[in-house]
């Protein structure tokens, strides 16, 4: 069985732009979770899909914002890029509703210059 | 507000030691504490989980311990091995909700 893709694997973008990181689950996973990782702030939760409905959220500004399919992908967005976005960007998916035991893809970098 | 307190930030341990993480949690919801180990360029990977009913859970070479009225739970790493050098993080979550993580210990193993 694969596990949970990421694409891309590495992002430079400028502050202003926008960026849109994608996120494949695991086969028959229907929850996706994002989570941001720096070296200060360790893992910040971002939001969690469940079923194409958000389901929890983290305190994030509204320039975060993501989606999923009805085939359980999942995309993120950030718009309006700030420098302190610079981190890597994890999505986890989970087979169940508790949405506990999480299984985590490899991460996006995304640099912001 | 920080709802799960690791420590310590970061361990050196000489190989067959043993390795002690600490985490505390605030938030008596919770009913789900995992550790994930995560190694460099690696997301964070499952490695043993605990619900409060239990105070101790072993599977080979590490445990958790949990102190239900205390609010802590920690993971012994018996016989550390240079291949254990990674992050670890402790969580906590409660059903259908976010997992809370700590801020990670990084383990150093020396041969």
């Known amino acids: 069985k694969a596990g949970v893709t990421q694409t891309p694997r590495y992002l430079i973008k400028t502050r202003g732009q926008q960026v849109t990181l994608s996120c494949s689950p695991i086969?028959?996973?229907?929850?996706v979770s994002w989570y941001q990782q720096t070296p200060g702030q360790g893992l910040q939760f971002l939001f969690e899909?469940?079923?194409?409905?958000?389901?929890n959220k983290g305190n994030f500004p509204g320039r975060f914002s993501g989606r999923q399919f009805s085939n359980s992908r999942s995309e993120m967005n950030v718009s309006t890029l700030e420098l302190g976005d610079s981190a890597l960007y994890l999505c986890?998916?989970?087979?169940?509703?508790?949405?506990?035991?999480?299984?985590f893809g490899s991460g996006t970098q995304l640099s912001v210059l | 507000q920080q709802q799960v307190k690791q420590s310590p930030q970061s361990l050196i341990v000489q190989k067959g030691g043993i390795s002690i993480i600490n985490c505390a949690y605030e938030?008596?919801?919770?009913?789900?504490f995992p550790w994930y180990q995560q190694f460099p360029g690696k997301g964070p990977a499952l490695l043993i989980a605990?619900?409060?009913?239990?105070s101790e859970k072993k599977e080979g070479r590490f445990t958790i311990s949990f102190n239900k009225s205390a609010k802590q739970f920690s993971l012994h790493i018996m016989d550390s091995q240079p291949g254990d050098s990674a992050t670890y993080f402790c969580?906590?979550?409660?059903?259908?909700?976010?997992?809370?993580f700590g801020d990670g210990t990084t383990l150093t193993v020396k041969p």
């Open positions: 605990i619900r409060p009913d239990v």
């Open positions: 969580a906590a979550s409660r059903s259908a909700g976010k997992s809370t």
């Open positions: 086969s028959g996973h229907r929850s």
């Open positions: 899909y469940f079923s194409e409905t958000q389901r």
């Open positions: 938030n008596t919801a919770f009913d789900y």
């Open positions: 986890a998916s989970s087979t169940q509703a508790t949405n506990e035991k999480l299984f």
